[in-house]
């Protein structure tokens, strides 16, 4: 019941308008100071290497991020440099736009669930319960933004491009 409600009511789709701007303001302005104020991950990812998240026993508890940190992230800093500003800004403006709303907080909330296991707690758990609920709530999150228009526009193009037909064997 709740979810059809988050997912088809027009109150709704209002509540989330505000919501999705409040996110997607934050990741903007994240991303823009990033981009214009200069930004080196290098820093971060040898800090979150050094001091990895650790349970109550003390043994680490993203052994596979820690080592995808170091094995891949680091020697390829320069990659982060770019991905990491450029994202979050992207994904700014398409929850500021209502466009392409579920797929911008899915990469939203890929990047907070990244920095949480990192280390760094900051906004992250506010953003990702914010995030979560923009993304459960669909279609509904962006319908007042431009995903009104994008959305069936894409749903039509895509529905066109399936010209396939298959053929039964006797």
Known sequence: ??????????????ILTFIRLYVGYAWFEAGLHKITGGFDATGFLKGA???PVKGPDGSILYGTYLTFLKS???????????????????VGIGLILGCLTTAAMFFGLVMNFSYLMAGTISSNPMDILLGVIILAAGFNAGKI????WVIPFIR???????NYTIKQSA
């Open 1 to 14: 019941m709740f979810n059809q409600t988050l997912r088809q009511n027009k109150v709704s789709a209002i």
């Open 49 to 51: 290497i050094g001091n």
């Open 72 to 90: 891949f992230a680091l020697p390829n800093a320069h990659i982060f440099n770019v991905l990491v500003p450029w994202g979050e800004l992207l």
């Open 145 to 148: 933004g431009l995903d009104r």
């Open 156 to 162: 039509k193009t895509a529905h066109k491009g399936n």
